[in-house]
């Protein structure tokens, strides 16, 4: 009995609950007028009335519906406005994401169509970036993309483009931020008429402008922006954070002070802001008021969440003790600050740091903090001399040094990785000279090389890298073909913008630019998805000198390693065995006497006679004071830093007028982990050799360089391509494959614009605009089988200097293309001289010298050689210098060869008329 009681109340339940679903089911038209009137709503003109009702029918029809597959694209729609909506109306983000998260579960449980999804993923991104949950927004943000690029239509692109610039604006990535920024405001002008979304984008723009470098463009533009009536937060701040900048913090005040009622997530901000110009001011107690202000609002509104600007707020209370002279009480603000930065670190202990960043949103305010925790650190060991703070300094500037590998790596532009490695630079610098205070113990000496070479030529160094993991991690080819094909539009748009004069064509070209090089960025995120790729890319490079000792430097080669801290220059001896540094003054009469030795060089001293005094206290300020460490070496490595760079050694001079070339073979490299030892020789079989101007061209203004075919004389006879046939396009078609390439040709340098910079071919007419091939081409080019060129055109070693990278030359690019060991030239060539040494250099290595002995005796034979005596200035040979490779020695292997043949058919000899006398 009791069975069919039960049996027969589950029936009864079962036709309750098919009732309810026929009632729910018969019903959907009602909600589907309801949903309608709410759309009416949400599409018209919008105010916080309008927009609460419309909000309650979605909650009430998302409450109402069971998910089914008839009703999933009406719930979908549902959460996704009612998301949007509580979003305007400054709902806390929990609030707003569990909306989006309910529309994305009903997306992924009935397999809708992934075109719907472009709105609410971008929504969901900007709620965690307006939060600064910035690993959060990555995810989104990239999903949206992806859909962009696979449906066009799904939403507004130009919204997408606008949250990732300032995603990347973040990141540290200015320029491809700005890239953003620009694509995001011209795609809004062409879709929309209303002014607010083109103002937010224009005043982004600004502030790419102003994150590249340009603080006072982007004040132009920020004041153009500003209503002194309805002021806009952002606006205020970022003027505010110009004039900070600049340090002056009474014109920031100013600006602060416009604003009255400061409110929403920029409260924290602002107040920032204020905390900092007071600290200028030295008003400590306004600034713990302002600090402490955005410390109320912090959390009152957003206590439970991670935040970056909250992050800065406790940056700022760390630096305001520091300028109270309380260190102890620093340390747990910048620690809190490293803990808000840092989405998976929680760690309060003031000696703890974040270790591994791999998979993280790389941010460069968390370098910031965790540098000015080290030089806390660093301060308070200066003061007490207790170990214990030595040791936390040294552990957080590796944890910076760490974070800023990561921020580089994450960047994939060469003109970006370039600015932000500046950036960092000071924090190097002042590193070193804080562990350099350690009375030079051998293991600091290492770690602080270790640190310069994390400083030096990185973005280089990466790129060179990534080259070689995409051969071999298993990357389809058509996405890396499709990678180099964006590349070379680029390029070809480029010289087009260059050559372009209709004001039209250059903004469609910009537009184009920017298009392409969008589309670049999507190819990198989706190589980055590739876990081979991804994990080669990232790994922790280590530097190891004493592997580089062993294996790299012989007896007879000894590495000199300048590097100019925030006091003082560093001379670093790094030879087989041993290791020292010499500290030298870096001052004004240095400084004198390397502008006075350069530009007699350069001839930017007209009619003036060589003057060897500058060469020879060069010669006693750099070198002489570790002479006596390199005593035993003949063969020097030279590591140069900022104004060192593009300043020829080999022509430094000892008190007896003896060149420092006649004594040492000379190498220069761009850091040490470059620091590599080959034992390839020159196969002039697979070699080119150019000379485009060897005989007059009535189509080029470009001189005639009449030695040029003596430079290239000891080629085979296949390998020269003269006149005529030395064309940018033969160089384009046979530069890939070559083995060596040899360049005796003009150049030019642009010190503002260095991807500007050119090498000149033979041109074909007086229309050919394309006989020029610019650095940003040869970037572009594949060098893998290239060991050796040879650029005798002018300047092409030099260019302007970046702090962090070098000279940005022609050179460079060919190193960036893949060629070790590249010759180049100063500044500009003498045409018979050049050749002179060209034949000579060749001469030897026809004989197995290596490329820096083979041109030392190349040099050294134009200094012995009286018919050329009116050439002995420096001026003449010490243009030419060697960037590579440490080279085996292959003369002495040739000697020795030579050597064993001649004992074998001695014996022989003397074997065979021995036998002969007995035959007799």
């Not at 005989?695 to 290239?712: F, G």
């Amino acid at each position: 009995m009791k069975k069919k009681l039960l049996l027969a109340f589950i029936a009864v339940c079962w036709l309750i609950f098919i009732q309810l679903r026929s009632q729910e089911e018969n019903n959907l038209p009602s909600y589907q007028q309801l949903f309608n009137r709410a759309e009416a709503l949400f599409n018209g003109p919008a105010t916080d009335s309008t927009d609460s009702v419309a909000l309650s029918y979605y909650n009430r029809i998302a409450a109402a519906l069971h998910p089914n597959a008839s009703n999933a694209i009406l719930l979908y729609n549902c959460y996704e406005r009612a998301g949007i909506l509580k979003q305007g109306l400054d709902y806390l983000p929990e609030e707003i994401l569990q909306h989006y998260y309910a529309g994305l579960r009903i997306q992924t449980t009935f397999h809708l169509s992934d075109s719907i999804l472009f709105r609410l993923l971008l929504s969901a991104g900007n709620v965690h970036y307006t939060n600064g949950l910035f690993d959060s927004a990555v995810y989104y943000f990239s999903r949206a993309e992806k859909i962009i690029n696979r449906y066009p239509a799904a939403g507004l692109a130009g919204d997408l483009y606008n949250s990732l610039g300032a995603l990347y604006n973040e990141a540290g990535n200015y320029v491809q931020s700005g890239i953003y920024f620009c694509k995001a405001l011209e795609l809004t002008r062409q879709q929309h008429s209303y002014d607010e979304a083109i103002f937010a984008m224009s005043a982004n723009v600004a502030s790419a402008v102003r994150a590249s470098g340009y603080p006072d463009s982007a004040l132009q533009l920020y004041k153009k922006l500003l209503d002194y009536t309805q002021p806009s937060l952002a606006i205020v701040n970022n003027i505010s954070e110009i004039y900070l900048t600049k340090n002056q913090s009474d014109s920031a005040l100013y600006y602060l002070r416009i604003v009255k009622d400061i409110k929403g997530f920029y409260a924290i901000a602002i107040h920032n802001a204020f905390a900092q110009a007071y600290m200028q001011k030295g008003d400590t107690a306004q600034a713990a008021n302002h600090l402490q202000s955005a410390t109320t609002f912090y959390t009152a509104n957003n206590q439970q969440i991670k935040n970056n600007y909250y992050g800065a707020t406790q940056k700022y209370f760390g630096d305001l003790r520091m300028l109270e002279g309380k260190l102890q009480a620093a340390l747990p603000y910048y620690q809190q600050a490293i803990i808000q930065y840092n989405f998976k670190f929680n760690d309060s202990n003031v000696f703890a740091n974040p270790g591994n960043f791999i998979g993280d949103f790389a941010s460069y305010n968390l370098f910031n903090v965790l540098t000015a925790k080290a030089a806390c650190f660093a301060t308070l060991y200066n003061q007490a001399k207790d170990t214990k703070y030595f040791k936390a300094a040294v552990s957080t500037y590796d944890s910076a040094f760490a974070l800023s590998d990561y921020i580089k790596k994450s960047i994939d532009n060469d003109e970006a990785r370039l600015f932000i490695a500046d950036k960092v630079f000071d924090a190097y610098s002042k590193a070193v000279d804080f562990i350099m205070t350690s009375n030079h113990q051998e293991n600091d000496i290492i770690h602080a090389l270790e640190w310069i070479s994390k400083s030096r030529a990185t973005s280089l160094a990466i790129s060179l890298k990534e080259n070689t993991i995409k051969q071999y991690a298993g990357l389809p080819d058509t996405l890396l073909q499709k990678e180099e094909n964006y590349k070379i539009s680029i390029s070809r748009m480029k010289l087009q913008l260059q050559r372009s004069t209709d004001t039209a064509e250059q903004a469609r070209l910009l537009s184009a630019i920017n298009t392409a090089s969008l589309q670049l960025q999507t190819i990198d995120n989706t190589l980055k998805e590739f876990p081979n790729y991804y994990r080669q890319k990232f790994a922790a490079d280590n530097i190891d000198i004493r592997t580089i000792q062993k294996k790299v430097l012989d007896n007879n080669t000894a590495a000199i390693c300048y590097f100019k801290g925030a006091n003082k220059l560093y001379a670093f001896v790094i030879k087989h065995n041993t290791i020292v540094v010499h500290e030298i003054d870096s001052d004004a009469i240095l400084e004198k006497n390397i502008d006075s030795y350069v530009r007699q060089l350069t001839g930017a001293d007209v009619g003036k006679a060589y003057d060897e005094n500058a060469a020879m206290y060069l010669y006693g300020t750099l070198v002489q004071p570790f002479a006596g460490d390199i005593n035993d070496i003949t063969s020097l490595v030279i590591i140069p830093d900022q104004n060192l760079i593009n300043v020829p050694f080999e022509a430094f001079q000892k008190a007896n007028s003896k060149y420092l070339i006649q004594d040492y073979t000379i190498t220069y490299q761009y850091a040490l982990p470059f620091l590599q030892k080959e034992s390839l020789t020159l196969d002039k079989d697979k070699a080119i050799a150019f000379a485009p101007f060897a005989n007059s061209n009535t189509n080029a203004t470009m001189s005639v360089l009449p030695s040029s075919v003596k430079e290239i004389s000891r080629f085979p006879k296949h390998a020269q391509l003269l006149n005529k046939a030395a064309t940018k396009d033969t160089f384009l078609f046979v530069a890939g494959n070559a083995s060596a390439i040899h360049l005796a040709t003009h150049a030019a340098v642009n010190f503002q614009e260095p991807e500007n910079s050119y090498i000149a071919f033979y041109k074909q007419s007086k229309a050919d605009s394309g006989y020029k091939i610019f650095a940003h081409e040869l970037y572009n080019l594949q060098l893998r089988h290239t060991k050796f060129v040879f650029l005798s055109a002018c300047e092409t070693g030099s260019g302007k200097v970046s702090r962090s990278e070098g000279s940005l030359s022609l050179s460079r690019a060919f190193a960036f293309a893949g060629c070790p060991n590249v010759i180049t030239s100063l500044w500009k060539a003498e045409d018979k001289s050049t050749a002179y040494i060209s034949e000579h250099f060749y001469r030897y290595i026809d004989k197995g010298y290596t490329y820096a002995l083979a041109l030392q005796k190349a040099k050294t034979d134009l200094l012995a050689d009286e018919l050329m005596s009116q050439f002995h200035s420096p001026a003449y040979w010490s243009h030419l210098i060697f960037i590579g490779d440490v080279q085996e020695e292959q003369s002495a292997v040739a000697w020795w060869i030579v050597a064993a043949s001649i004992v074998v058919i001695s014996i022989m000899i003397i074997l065979f008329y021995k036998r002969k006398k007995y035959v007799l």
